[in-house]
């Protein structure tokens, strides 16, 4: 079974802080996404991998930003965290059609 | 603009009915469809797929059909069980490229279906 494993399940920052999420997968899979999902929002799309230190924007870019330094890591980066980032943030990777996801992170900013 | 469209927010069937999800698409150059069920605090989970060269597929309680004319898909789950309750989401993908994102899957914005016993 391909794992996709996020690092925190739930993570509280503060106002301004930089924040790291960290995705890993187990399954040399060369896309990878990371979407925030939010009640009568649905996944929204914030930054996309095709391939190592390749990354496109996704819907919701601003105030994100993303590293893939290893095919089986992609980070998610909040520059300086703001509450309107208060969201649950899911990591997936792809091979063929089907997208695994991990467990989720939900961050909550103060 | 959505071009996946889930229009019932939330659903409440009865344990043992049948639960009816929806889901229409707007892009024609859709050719392959997913449902995606997510429990809180867990990722989503892949249920069940069609391609656009079926119009029925089936797997257990679950059964997708596509009507490509209408554009528009749904998801049956017969008999209904409280574990059903979740968030689904349909999802579609294109094989051909555009806009650099070939095959990458756009999501609805899902159903919240509530299983009662």
């Known amino acids: 079974d391909v794992k996709v494993t996020q690092s925190s399940r739930y993570l509280v920052k503060r106002t301004g802080e930089k924040v790291f999420l960290e995705c890993v997968q187990d399954m040399d899979h060369e896309n990878m996404f990371w979407y925030r999902q939010d009640p009568g929002l649905g996944l929204r799309l914030i930054y996309f991998?095709?391939?190592?230190?390749?990354?496109e924007k996704g819907d919701i870019p601003e105030g994100y930003s993303v590293s893939r330094e290893k095919k089986e890591r992609f980070s998610l980066i909040l520059e300086s965290a703001s509450t309107n980032q208060t969201s649950m943030y899911l990591c997936?990777?792809?091979?063929?059609?089907?997208?695994?996801f991990g467990s989720g992170t939900r961050l909550t900013v103060v | 603009d959505q071009q996946v469209k889930q229009n019932s927010p939330s659903l409440s069937v009865q344990e043992g009915r049948i639960s009816i999800l929806n889901c229409d698409y707007t892009n024609s150059m859709f050719d392959y469809f997913l449902w995606y069920k997510k429990y809180p605090a867990e990722g989503p989970t892949f249920l069940i797929s069609?391609?656009?060269?079926?119009d029925k597929n089936e797997d257990g309680r679950f059964t997708v059909f596509l009507n490509k004319s209408a554009k528009h898909l749904s998801l049956h789950i017969v008999p209904s069980q409280p574990g059903d309750s979740a968030v689904y989401f349909c999802?579609?993908?294109?094989?051909?490229?555009?806009?650099?994102?070939?095959?990458?899957?756009?999501f609805g914005k899902g159903t919240k279906l509530s299983v009662k016993p």
């Open positions: 999802a579609a993908s294109a094989s051909v490229n555009y806009g650099g994102s070939q095959g990458n899957l756009i």
């Open positions: 997936a990777s792809r091979q063929g059609y089907g997208y695994t």
């Open positions: 991998s095709y391939d190592v230190k390749m990354k």
């Open positions: 069609i391609s656009s060269i079926k």
